[in-house]
């Protein structure tokens, strides 16, 4: 994205806070990392940091995020909600709901979550959010939602391969990644206000469910300790996993401890 590229994205973002304070790089090391020194030196909520190219992106778990030049989407956002640092898991749930809306829109693709917030198209992982948050004393100072998506990349490093696509792979023709960032914005200013209003996953619950790619189907959850087969039951209000294990008993799956995968595939 250009200088040019960037007022066209300004015109073309309908919101009333989410992105409205724009800060475009054409090369950084990570979005995340930009978006939390802006978040110190007292960004406002809503500061987006968009940039064409990441040396290090960075991917959860301690991994790397690859964001080649231009056909990749890195952005992080900057929220400051009055929440309890525990809910704010959650924001990434809400951010995964946004992001899947967003593709759904700008290309017609059938674009589903993995819990808690990978977007997958034909199964394949498309977007990954990486949430970081700053706690003082209990209290969340802000939190960076960093959204990384696979938009005009043909091919894809050996070892993510076969379970990475990009939105250029499934169309069949490029994106417009200025659409798909402000379409993203605009559903998560909706989404977070709504969740906002009750803190929880109460009222999101069903429309989030309806694009859980995982419903109903046999997941394999991997605790640091344990790993064990169940059917994915869907979430409950505060956005936790429901998996029910052969002896018909529902677990409950918080995010951030463990991880979910497919029986045979990576959903
Ligand atoms: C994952 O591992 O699935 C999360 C990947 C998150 C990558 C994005 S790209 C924009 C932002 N900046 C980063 O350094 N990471 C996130």
Redesign the pocket.
């Known amino acids: 994205m250009d200088s040019k590229a960037l007022e066209e994205m300004k015109r073309r973002l309908h919101t009333k806070w989410a992105g409205q304070t724009l800060d475009y790089r054409y090369e950084t090391g990570?979005?995340?990392?930009d978006a939390k020194k802006l978040a110190e030196d007292g960004a406002p909520e809503g500061t987006l940091v968009v940039?064409d190219f990441?040396r290090?992106?960075?991917?959860?778990?301690g991994?790397s995020?690859t964001?080649p030049h231009k056909t990749a989407i890195?952005?992080?956002l900057v929220l400051r909600p009055q929440i309890p640092p525990q809910k704010a898991s959650m924001m990434t749930l809400v951010a995964g709901m946004a992001t899947a809306q967003a593709v759904k829109d700008a290309t017609g693709l059938d674009a589903q979550i993995k819990w808690p917030n990978?977007v997958v198209v034909n199964g394949k992982?498309i977007v990954?959010?990486?949430t970081e948050m700053s706690v003082e004393q209990g209290t969340i100072r802000y939190v960076v939602i960093?959204?990384?998506m696979n938009a005009n990349m043909t091919d894809f490093p050996e070892e993510i391969r076969t379970t990475a696509t990009s939105l250029l792979l499934e169309t069949g023709h490029p994106v417009d990644r200025t659409e798909i960032i402000c379409r993203t914005m605009e559903h998560f200013e909706t989404y977070y206000e709504t969740y906002m209003n009750t803190r929880d996953m109460s009222v999101l619950k069903e429309e989030y469910q309806a694009l859980l790619a995982n419903m109903d189907r046999q997941v394999r959850v991997l605790e640091p300790e344990n790993e064990y087969n169940g059917i994915a039951r869907g979430i409950n209000d505060m956005g936790e996993l429901l998996v029910e294990t052969p002896d018909g008993q529902i677990k409950t799956i918080y995010a951030g401890e463990v991880s979910v995968r497919g029986i045979y595939n990576y959903v």
């Open positions: 990570s979005t995340n990392e940039a990441q290090g992106g960075k991917g959860r778990l991994r995020w964001t890195a952005m992080s990978d992982k990954g959010i990486l960093g959204t990384g």
